[in-house]
């Protein structure tokens, strides 16, 4: 039987009459919905839930806007990123959305914590239309046991109602879809995309506000994995951080069978070390294959939903090949359908941190050293490659981007704030710090190759596992950067950037172009940061 809806949670936005509410469905019966209301189809052979998301299919950072009032007016990093929305005009879409639901036969609750560090945590309620939206978010954040649900009370509420779409003239919007963040009344709005990312990234980007006004924590835009066992060279403290934005290799290179992952995406780093602020993965999907990435393959099972991804409707077999639909296909399941990963969710203070960039220059060296003041340059300036699809309306090619501190679409407050954070956990704690180049080598992107997955899976188990300590390193000329001489298991060619291309010359050019880029991107940092910062980035 489903549980009481605490309808009390709904009417402080003004639903006052619903339709069926199903709260806390057990995936199969979301499952059994979604196919029953024809939002997905069951795949072949693996059973996992195939759902399509329309033209929306990744973000509309466009469309997000944060509310301001007296909590957020002088805190905010307002911008192109954290555009403000008024309280009442805010109050008036809620009252929209009110109605909408009230005029739904059918209403689908999942109570769900955000953090694994009880602490800190987040008891977030959310409410969709869609059956396989609640599956989703069933999946991807921490599920309560059964006496936690006996005493849910929602500190925030998400509300994704995809049928509900905006009228850009009379609501204030910038489309017919919106994404509302309002940290007075701890509501999110989500209206006009069946996208499912913006419910989990918007909760990510409540953590960010929250976590370090309130709390002194710092959010993380990374995944996390510990050493499997003192035998093979890990050990519980043995904690590794990938930074880095979609594309660029947080979740398959933290799904390393020879370690335990604690999570893919988003971390907290407290006094007592690190946690998850999730419960499930979101990984990306095009060209997955078992050989390359094993654990994410096996991950797709009954339970687990696949976004966009191409299916023949006659058999229900998938092809991950297919970018037809999107670039940007996805799945989603909960943290243990990965064989090892970590219950709890927690790990201890991390040894090792790596900055990902896929970079589409193909100048940047394979795995770069990086000083105290060199990481905290990278990571300000988060350089990657944005991929394909992963916004709306992106072209079709990959661009090259900086994204402070690997996640500046996610960041209310300024970026400064989280860079400071993560420099004086780098030195109370003494962590390694690498550059990792999984992008392009040989040639810019549509000419060189992708950097090989094999040999940059080398590279991160060497950096991690402390065997480039004290190694010989040579500079970078254009990017000052530390470059190891050799990594074992690693063709030495492979890491000098400049040799893999065929004209010297044609390197030199890109280089300098992209060192051109950082430096003119660093500039709005200047101001606040020191001397020593300011000097670590590419040379003139």
Known sequence: ????????????????????????????????ASVRRREGMISEP??????????????????????????????????????????????????????????????????????????????????????????????????????????????????????????????????????GIDFTRRVVLVCGTTYAGEIKKSIFTVLNFVLPTAHGVMPMHCSANVGESEASGGGEDDVAL??????????????????????????GWSDAGVFNFEGGCYAKTIDLSPEKEPQIWDAIRFGAVLENVAMDRRTRAVDFADASITENTRVAYPLEYIEGAVPSGTGAHPKAVLFLTADAFGVLPPISALTPSQAAYYFLSGYTAKLAGTEADMD????????????????????????????????????????????????????????????TREMVRAAIEGRLEGAETRQDPVFGLNV?????????????????????????????????????????????????????????
Not at 245 to 253: A, E, F, V
Not at 256 to 266: A, M, Q, Y
Not at 418 to 437: D, H, P, Q, V, W
Not at 507 to 534: I, P, T
């Open 1 to 32: 039987m489903d549980l009481a809806v605490r309808k009390e949670s709904l009417e402080r936005f003004g639903v006052e009459n619903l339709g069926a509410v199903h709260e806390n469905l057990p995936p199969a019966r979301l499952v059994e």
């Open 46 to 179: 693996s059973g996992a839930l195939v759902v399509r998301t329309g033209k929306r299919t990744g973000r509309s950072p466009k469309d997000r806007f944060i509310v301001e009032d007296d909590l957020t007016r002088d805190a905010v990093d307002w911008g192109a990123v954290n555009k403000p929305f008024s309280s009442e005009a805010f109050g008036r879409l809620l009252e929209k959305a009110a109605r909408h639901v009230e005029n739904l036969e059918e209403v689908y609750v999942v109570d769900a914590h955000a953090g694994a560090d009880e602490r800190y945590r987040l008891d977030v309620q959310v409410v969709t239309e869609q059956a396989w939206q609640s599956l989703f978010a069933r999946q991807l954040f921490r599920r309560p046991d059964s006496e936690a649900l006996e005493a849910f009370e929602p500190q925030w509420t998400v509300i994704s109602m995809p049928g509900l779409l905006m009228e850009p003239e009379e609501d204030g919007t910038e489309s017919e879809t919106f994404v």
């Open 242 to 267: 990938f930074f880095g934005l979609s594309g660029t290799g947080k979740t398959t290179l933290s799904a390393d069978p020879e370690r335990r992952l604690i999570g893919d995406d988003e971390h």
């Open 396 to 455: 079709a090619e990959v661009e090259a981007t900086f994204s402070a501190c690997f996640g500046a679409p996610f960041l209310p407050l300024p970026a400064t704030t989280y860079a400071t954070m993560l420099s004086e956990r780098l030195r109370e704690n003494g962590a390694r710090c690498y550059l990792i180049n999984t992008g392009w080598s040989g040639g810019a992107y549509g000419v060189g190759e992708r950097v090989d997955i094999a040999a």
């Open 484 to 540: 190891p001489v050799e990594v074992p298991g690693v063709p030495t060619e492979v890491l000098d950037p400049r040799g893999t291309w065929p004209d010297g010359e044609a390197y030199d050019r890109q280089a300098k172009k992209l060192a051109d880029l950082f430096r003119e991107n660093f500039g709005k940092f200047e101001s606040s940061v020191s001397e020593e910062v300011k000097a670590a980035g590419p040379q003139a």
